[in-house]
Structures are given as structure tokens and as C-alpha cells.
């Protein structure tokens, strides 16, 4: 069983920053393609969003509403993942969690606000 443990959220004003991070236990974590999700609440039509996504060998993408803004990265050596977010907008409040193919985290909350 892979356990994905996500922190690092928290309250932040617009223009700000955050770095959240995503510990992987209980699998090849070197091998894994992961992902960084959002998920909004009482949002109908679209409640989620894949935001970025890194290879095994670290080859990034990212969703065009961020791109330019977040970097996703990996420790193979932590089995960690990062996503490091700038120019934080008040539609980037959501709940990010990480995940494989498989598996997925709790999430942890961003909320972007005066």
C-alpha cells in the first residue's frame, strides 16, 4: 500500500507564495510518475483540476492556469515531491493533493485571501 502525506497549505494574501510538499511511502517511489491536484468545494461543473505532473526522470507539465506561476519537483532521495507556488490568485484556494497513478493523498488547504 503506497501512503501519500501532503503539508505545507495554509492561509496566504494574493501575490504570495507557498511550497508544498508530499511524502511517498510504501512503494518505488523513484519510478513513479507524479501528480499535484486540486480540488475546489461547492464549485459544480468542474470541482477538479490536474495542476502539474513530473516523470520519473523529472520532466514537468503543468496546467495552463498555472503555468508560469508553480514548479513542481522531486527529492528521489526524500521520496518527496514539491510544488512551489508564486503569484498565488484567490481562484488558486483549494484543496491540493498529491497522487500516483494509483494512489492518492488527504490533501492539504490553500486559501489565498486579504
Known amino acids: 500500500q503506497v501512503h501519500l502525506v501532503e503539508s505545507g497549505g495554509g492561509l496566504v494574501q494574493p501575490g504570495g507564495s507557498l511550497t508544498l510538499s508530499c511524502v511517498t511511502s510504501?512503494?518505488?517511489?523513484?519510478?513513479?510518475?507524479?501528480?499535484?491536484?486540486r480540488l475546489w468545494r461547492g464549485r459544480p461543473g468542474k470541482d477538479r483540476e490536474w495542476v502539474a505532473v513530473i516523470?520519473?526522470?523529472?520532466?514537468?507539465n503543468y496546467a495552463d492556469s498555472v503555468k508560469g506561476r508553480f514548479t513542481i519537483s522531486r527529492d528521489n532521495a526524500k521520496n518527496t515531491i514539491y510544488l512551489h507556488m508564486n503569484s498565488l490568485k484567490p481562484e488558486d484556494t483549494a484543496l491540493y493533493y498529491c497522487?500516483?497513478?494509483?494512489?492518492w493523498g488527504q490533501g492539504t488547504q490553500v486559501t489565498v485571501s486579504l
Open positions: 497522487s500516483t497513478q494509483e494512489y
Open positions: 510504501g512503494g518505488p517511489f523513484s519510478t513513479y510518475t507524479m501528480y499535484w491536484n
Open positions: 516523470s520519473p526522470a523529472g520532466n514537468a
